[in-house]
């Protein structure tokens, strides 16, 4: 399928566990973001990639980990899950060209028990 | 990046104009203002981007102003279907920066009544 998909779209975990979360975009763009969105409140960016093996910090990086091996997949692991990363979280990409549009996923939304 | 001020909520009807100010008084020099909309249970979508005086698409007209302090998102002629969050950023220079970040804030809730 064209465009950024993200998996699972729903997940449920226990506190104290591993979870990844899956990105990937087939359009080949450079940039590649991570967000999280809590009820009623504004997207806060976690991390964030210019190109493949190149990631860093964005808002609020503690807790999680991502990694970039290849420009089309952008993978968030946490790695100790806390009831407070209890979130809907996004995937956004853009190409870095002619505008700031960034293209976002459908979103996950993870539960942590 | 420049911190952004825009209304919480905003009530209107079905084919009036919607017009959404955004205070952003500490605007930097080559910073953007980019508009995006969210539907419950979605990602954000982009709407329009603009540096100054007016920029208009198939969706959304933005007034700059030339003190770049503020800036107005009008969406003519709502319907139904316009009930939906729009959020008011600060995009930080070079389009082609590596790194440019997008800080949403809490965003202005669109209701559209019949």
């Known amino acids: 399928d064209a465009g950024i998909t993200q998996s699972p779209r729903y997940k449920i975990t226990e506190t104290g566990r591993q979870v990844t979360l899956m990105c990937h975009q087939t359009w080949s763009h450079s940039y590649m973001f991570w967000y999280r969105q809590d009820l009623g409140h504004g997207l806060r960016l976690i991390y964030y990639s210019a190109a493949a093996d190149i990631t860093d910090k964005g808002e609020v990086p503690d807790g999680y980990v991502v990694s970039r091996s290849k420009t089309e997949n952008f993978p968030l692991t946490l790695e100790s899950a806390t009831r407070s990363q209890t979130s809907v979280y996004f995937c956004?990409?853009?190409?870095?060209?002619?505008?700031?549009?960034?293209?976002f996923g459908p979103g996950t939304r993870l539960t942590v028990t | 990046l420049a911190k952004t001020t825009q209304p919480i909520s905003m009530d209107s009807y079905e084919g009036q104009e919607v017009n959404i100010t955004c205070s952003h008084n500490?605007?930097?020099?080559?910073?953007?203002i980019t508009w995006y909309q969210q539907f419950p249970s979605q990602g954000p979508r982009f709407i329009i981007q603009?540096?100054?005086t007016k920029v208009t698409n198939e969706v959304a007209s933005l007034f700059i102003p030339a003190d770049r302090k503020s800036s107005t998102l009008s969406l003519p002629r709502v319907s139904l279907s316009d009930t939906a969050v729009y959020y008011c950023?600060?995009?930080?220079?070079?389009?082609?920066?590596?790194?440019?970040?997008?800080?949403f804030g809490g965003g202005t809730r669109v209701l559209v009544k019949p």
């Open positions: 956004a990409s853009r190409d870095g060209q002619g505008s700031y549009e960034q293209y």
């Open positions: 950023l600060g995009a930080q220079g070079e389009i082609k920066a590596a790194g440019n970040k997008l800080t």
């Open positions: 603009g540096y100054k």
């Open positions: 500490n605007i930097a020099t080559n910073d953007y």
